[in-house]
Structures are given as structure tokens and as C-alpha cells.
């Protein structure tokens, strides 16, 4: 197999990999993919989505259960924090990283790439911005309290 053989095989894939996602609800992803002269291995991983849309793969399951080691609470995961004029939604952790644990997918401006954050830098935007108890402007869900309209909005008059 060469180089060429793999990439075709990993665009042929992938859509029947997003097909199987659409139909299960899951989260299907294509990992590593290895290969010699005479085979390929493909590693896909399958995944059910937590709150917030958060795929429950495995870093999002080690954050929930190191979270509380970092200072950070399992609930904390999912949610989004601005960082320099950027938006991130907490994603998972790395918890063998001493310096920066923490993996957040930037979500405004879009971007699917990972960056890693130090778990003190995450901790300080969750309590001291209090982004625990803020709505996030890219919060997938909108919660509204007792019918009271989202913070900022004026309420509907009725005639």
C-alpha cells in the first residue's frame, strides 16, 4: 500500500463514517491510521455525546474524573469561557500534563483545532469571570428561569 492507497481508502470513509454517526446519534471519529506494504490499520472511535454536545470520549471521561484533583468541578465540562477575545468550550483533559491539562476546541471564531490550557488559567475564568453561572453568548442551549428572558433581552410585551 502507499500513501496514495491510504488517502483514498480515508476519503471513501469518512462519509460512510459520518453516515453511521447520523443513524446511531453517536459521535464517530477516524483516528491514527498506520500502514505497511501490504495493510492498513484504521482506528475509529465511537462515542455518545454528554451535555452540550461534548463527545464522551476518552479525555472527556478523564476530565470528569480529575477534574476535582485540578480545582475544577466534573459539571465544568462543556462549558465555555473567553480567553483573549476568543471563545472555548471546555472538551476533555490530558490529566499526565502537569502544565497545561486542560483541552478546549476554540468555538468563536470557529476553529476544530485543540488547544490546552493550564487548569489554574481555567479555574480563574470559571470562578472569578463566573462563568458557571453566566450564559454563554455560544451556548448551544439557552436556559431561561422561571420565563424570564435571557440576560439582555427585553421582555415581550403583550397586548
Not at 33 to 58: C, L, P, Q
Not at 68 to 88: A, M, N, S, T, V
Not at 119 to 137: D, F
Not at 146 to 158: I, S
Request: charged share 25%; glycine share 8%; hydrophobic share 40%.
Amino acid at each position: 500500500m502507499t500513501e496514495q492507497d491510504v488517502a483514498l481508502l480515508r476519503q471513501k470513509l469518512t462519509p460512510l463514517l459520518e453516515r453511521l454517526a447520523a443513524e446511531t446519534g453517536l459521535s464517530v471519529t477516524m483516528g491514527k491510521i498506520t500502514y505497511t506494504k501490504h495493510n492498513a490499520v484504521f482506528a475509529v472511535e465511537a462515542a455518545v455525546r454528554g451535555e452540550g454536545g461534548v463527545t464522551m470520549g476518552r479525555e472527556a471521561e478523564a476530565f470528569l474524573a480529575n477534574a476535582i484533583q485540578f480545582g475544577l468541578e466534573p459539571g465544568d465540562l462543556g462549558r465555555d469561557f473567553e480567553h483573549f477575545d476568543k471563545w472555548y468550550r471546555i472538551v476533555g483533559m490530558k490529566p499526565r500534563s502537569t502544565k497545561t491539562p486542560v483541552i478546549c476546541q476554540q468555538i468563536a471564531p470557529p476553529s476544530q483545532r485543540l488547544t490546552l490550557f493550564p487548569a489554574h488559567l481555567v479555574r480563574h475564568y470559571m470562578e472569578q469571570h463566573g462563568m458557571r453561572t453566566k450564559t454563554s453568548p455560544h451556548a448551544r442551549v439557552r436556559i431561561e428561569v422561571a420565563g424570564e428572558p435571557p440576560e439582555g433581552e427585553l421582555p415581550a410585551v403583550t397586548s
